[in-house]
Protein backbone atom coordinates (compact mmCIF):
# COMPACT_ATOMS: atom_id res chain seq x y z
CA UNK A 1 0.00 0.00 0.00
CA UNK A 2 1.24 3.12 -1.23
CA UNK A 3 1.70 5.80 1.79
CA UNK A 4 3.07 9.92 1.57
CA UNK A 5 4.00 11.80 4.48
CA UNK A 6 4.05 15.30 3.89
CA UNK A 7 6.06 17.71 5.88
CA UNK A 8 7.93 21.08 5.77
CA UNK A 9 4.35 23.51 6.07
CA UNK A 10 4.42 26.30 8.86
CA UNK A 11 3.80 30.14 9.16
CA UNK A 12 5.60 32.60 7.06
CA UNK A 13 5.29 36.08 6.47
CA UNK A 14 4.27 36.98 3.16
CA UNK A 15 7.61 37.31 0.82
CA UNK A 16 9.31 34.18 2.56
CA UNK A 17 9.63 30.70 1.63
CA UNK A 18 9.11 27.38 2.36
CA UNK A 19 9.99 23.90 1.32
CA UNK A 20 7.36 21.37 1.24
CA UNK A 21 8.37 17.20 1.81
CA UNK A 22 6.77 14.29 0.78
CA UNK A 23 8.54 10.43 1.63
CA UNK A 24 7.07 7.97 -0.89
CA UNK A 25 6.82 4.56 0.52
CA UNK A 26 4.63 1.14 -0.20
CA UNK A 27 5.89 1.15 -4.30
CA UNK A 28 5.88 -2.82 -3.93
CA UNK A 29 4.94 -3.42 -7.21
CA UNK A 30 6.77 -1.02 -9.79
CA UNK A 31 9.84 1.74 -8.56
CA UNK A 32 8.61 5.29 -7.12
CA UNK A 33 10.72 6.63 -9.88
CA UNK A 34 8.23 4.92 -12.32
CA UNK A 35 5.08 7.19 -10.54
CA UNK A 36 3.96 10.71 -11.51
CA UNK A 37 3.57 12.78 -8.87
CA UNK A 38 2.08 16.04 -7.87
CA UNK A 39 0.96 18.52 -5.24
CA UNK A 40 -2.31 19.73 -4.47
CA UNK A 41 -3.77 22.14 -1.85
CA UNK A 42 -6.69 23.08 -0.40
CA UNK A 43 -7.66 26.21 1.07
CA UNK A 44 -9.95 26.88 4.26
CA UNK A 45 -13.44 26.63 2.86
CA UNK A 46 -12.43 25.88 -1.12
CA UNK A 47 -11.94 22.87 -2.99
CA UNK A 48 -8.81 21.49 -4.47
CA UNK A 49 -6.45 22.76 -6.27
CA UNK A 50 -4.04 21.23 -8.53
CA UNK A 51 -0.57 22.92 -7.75
CA UNK A 52 2.72 21.33 -9.78
CA UNK A 53 3.35 17.51 -11.31
CA UNK A 54 6.55 15.92 -11.76
CA UNK A 55 6.86 13.10 -14.45
CA UNK A 56 8.53 9.68 -13.85
CA UNK A 57 12.06 9.61 -14.05
CA UNK A 58 13.94 12.55 -14.43
CA UNK A 59 11.11 14.69 -13.91
CA UNK A 60 9.69 17.22 -16.09
CA UNK A 61 7.94 19.83 -14.04
CA UNK A 62 4.66 21.29 -15.02
CA UNK A 63 2.84 23.98 -12.95
CA UNK A 64 -0.62 25.89 -11.99
CA UNK A 65 -0.38 29.41 -13.36
CA UNK A 66 -1.31 30.81 -10.23
CA UNK A 67 2.43 29.26 -8.93
CA UNK A 68 4.38 29.34 -12.07
CA UNK A 69 8.04 30.97 -11.20
CA UNK A 70 7.50 31.11 -7.59
CA UNK A 71 7.51 27.07 -6.89
CA UNK A 72 9.79 24.55 -8.12
CA UNK A 73 8.80 20.87 -7.81
CA UNK A 74 12.00 18.09 -7.80
CA UNK A 75 11.93 14.46 -6.93
CA UNK A 76 15.04 12.02 -6.04
CA UNK A 77 14.26 8.79 -6.60
CA UNK A 78 17.02 7.29 -3.90
CA UNK A 79 15.05 8.67 -0.83
CA UNK A 80 11.45 8.00 -2.51
CA UNK A 81 10.99 11.94 -1.62
CA UNK A 82 8.97 14.97 -3.46
CA UNK A 83 9.75 18.89 -2.49
CA UNK A 84 8.12 21.56 -3.32
CA UNK A 85 10.02 24.66 -2.81
CA UNK A 86 7.64 27.70 -2.28
CA UNK A 87 8.95 31.47 -2.76
CA UNK A 88 7.64 35.10 -2.76
CA UNK A 89 4.68 33.01 -0.84
CA UNK A 90 1.00 35.57 -0.72
CA UNK A 91 -1.20 34.69 1.49
CA UNK A 92 -3.31 33.15 -1.21
CA UNK A 93 -1.40 30.67 -0.61
CA UNK A 94 -2.47 29.98 2.19
CA UNK A 95 -3.62 26.52 2.39
CA UNK A 96 -3.17 22.68 3.11
CA UNK A 97 -0.47 21.07 0.50
CA UNK A 98 -0.69 17.70 -0.18
CA UNK A 99 1.34 15.28 -1.71
CA UNK A 100 0.00 13.18 -4.46
CA UNK A 101 0.61 10.11 -6.99
CA UNK A 102 0.08 10.66 -10.40
CA UNK A 103 0.37 13.87 -12.19
CA UNK A 104 -3.69 15.47 -12.10
CA UNK A 105 -3.14 14.95 -8.15
CA UNK A 106 -6.08 12.92 -8.03
CA UNK A 107 -4.37 9.61 -6.73
CA UNK A 108 -3.36 8.62 -3.66
CA UNK A 109 -2.68 11.31 -1.01
CA UNK A 110 -0.99 11.85 2.44
CA UNK A 111 -2.38 13.93 4.98
CA UNK A 112 -0.93 17.31 3.96
CA UNK A 113 1.27 19.98 5.68
CA UNK A 114 -0.61 23.23 6.34
CA UNK A 115 1.05 26.41 5.10
CA UNK A 116 -0.15 29.53 6.36
CA UNK A 117 1.04 33.08 5.09
CA UNK A 118 0.47 36.06 7.07
CA UNK A 119 0.22 39.59 5.86
Known amino acids: EVQLVESGGGLVQTGGSLRLSCQAS???????????MSWVRQAPGKGFEWVSG????????IYADSVKGRFTISRDNAKNMVYLQLTRLKTADTAMYYC?????????RGRGTQVTVSP
Open 100 to 108: STGITGAGV
Open 54 to 61: ISRGSGDA
Open 26 to 36: GFTFSPFSSSA
